[in-house]
């Protein structure tokens, strides 16, 4: 008995104001459709017993008519395969207020789709199977929902599917609005295997309890973590990973400029990026700690195109004030985007939910510049 599992798959998110050059769609959005749809081009190949959707299926509760249609059309190709498809609701995809309705239903009418999006445990047997289904819920809390679940002796095999941030010894969570956390232990160690999702990278919590992760990054807290699916084998406990191929995105080695005058930040600029192959990809800069003099003359529009083969280039100056305080922000002084990027960076919160803040606000500056 082979599972198929993959998660946070976010049809219908986009960033920056690069535009697919073939589809004529924001790129980032071309490159998750890709993503997703080479998920199931994995999943018709391998042709597991059941693909498990782990949540987060959609970027927002009202996707685009785009982004549906583009699931829908996946969802027909895994229906018309036979292969038996869960599904359930994540954080980003269940409404907040009840009335509002959920884009699940239009996957009710397809054969072998359980679309799971009601509160609670739905229970969807496939074979020697139960798949014990719980979407992402506030009332009732997910924590007491999750404690009830247990598996069932109808079946040989038992498999939960869960979409929270899972608090062990450490947390695995996206500090996000509206999500639910559950503690390990509340999570039942009889099932054969627990299949997360909402943590963006594929991580082991315990034996046979995995986040999948998401299919792309959604920022740059992601840069270093491969994408893809997981394969398991019910009944030998082993569990593979399968990359899909993304848009490439890196982190160029950060430039303290404390000692360094703005012909020289020029200069390791360009032997940085210079030494990265750039082309087409996602790249971020950061210079720290300029000095006042130093940052009246950087010639910040010289470093932006050495960096102008890259699909987004973004680029961060962190300078020091005259007292010898470091003041964030970037090349564009004064600016609305500028003013943006300074405030999220003197904000509380974690550095991953700084960078997909910027990476969503940034395309509606572009767009107004435009």
Excluded: C, W
Excluded at 18 to 43: C, H, M, T, W
Excluded at 91 to 120: D, Q
Excluded at 217 to 222: A, K, Q, T, V
Excluded at 263 to 273: F, M
């Amino acid at each position: 008995m082979r599972v198929l599992h993959v998660s946070d798959t976010h049809l219908g998110f986009s960033a920056f104001s690069r535009l697919d050059p073939i589809e004529g769609i924001n790129q980032r959005e071309s490159d998750f459709y890709d993503a997703f749809r080479q998920a199931v081009d994995k999943a018709i190949s391998l042709r597991p017993d059941v693909v498990i959707h782990a949540g987060d299926l959609f970027d927002t509760v009202r996707p685009q008519n785009r982004a549906i249609d583009f699931a829908l059309r996946q969802m027909i190709r895994l229906s018309e395969a036979g292969i038996e498809t869960v599904l359930i609701s994540g954080n980003h995809s269940t409404p907040r207020i009840k009335e509002t309705g959920t884009i699940f239903r239009i996957f009710e009418h397809l054969p072998h789709i359980h679309s799971v999006h009601e509160p609670g445990i739905s229970k969807v047997i496939v074979g020697d199977l139960t798949v014990h289904a719980v979407p992402h819920s506030v009332t009732p809390p997910l924590q007491e929902v999750v404690r009830e679940a247990t598996p069932s002796r109808a079946t040989k095999y038992n498999v939960l599917v869960l979409h929270a941030g899972i608090l062990d010894s450490k947390a695995y969570k996206m500090d996000e609005f509206n999500e639910q956390n559950v503690p390990a232990s509340a999570v039942s160690d009889g099932f054969d295997y627990t299949a997360l999702g909402h943590f963006h990278k594929f991580t082991e919590i315990r034996r046979g309890m995995y986040y999948s992760g998401s299919t792309e990054r959604l920022g740059f807290g992601e840069v270093d973590q491969a994408k893809g699916v997981v394969e398991v084998d019910l009944g030998t406990g082993k569990v593979g990973f399968h990359e899909l191929r993304t848009r490439g995105m890196i982190d160029i080695e950060p430039i303290d400029a404390s000692k360094l005058t703005s012909s020289e930040i020029l200069k390791v600029a360009r032997e940085r990026l210079s030494a990265a192959d750039i082309d087409d990809i996602i790249v971020r800069m950061v210079v720290k700690d300029v000095r006042p003099d130093a940052y009246r003359s950087l010639e910040v529009p010289a470093i932006r195109k050495l960096g102008s083969s890259a699909m987004h280039f973004e680029l961060k100056i962190d300078r020091l004030e005259e007292e010898g305080r470091a003041a964030a922000g970037d090349a564009h002084i004064g600016s609305l985007e500028h003013e943006y990027q300074l405030y999220l960076s003197s904000l509380d919160i974690p550095q991953e939910k700084k960078d997909r803040l910027i990476s969503a606000g940034l395309p509606y500056f572009a767009e107004g510049e435009e």
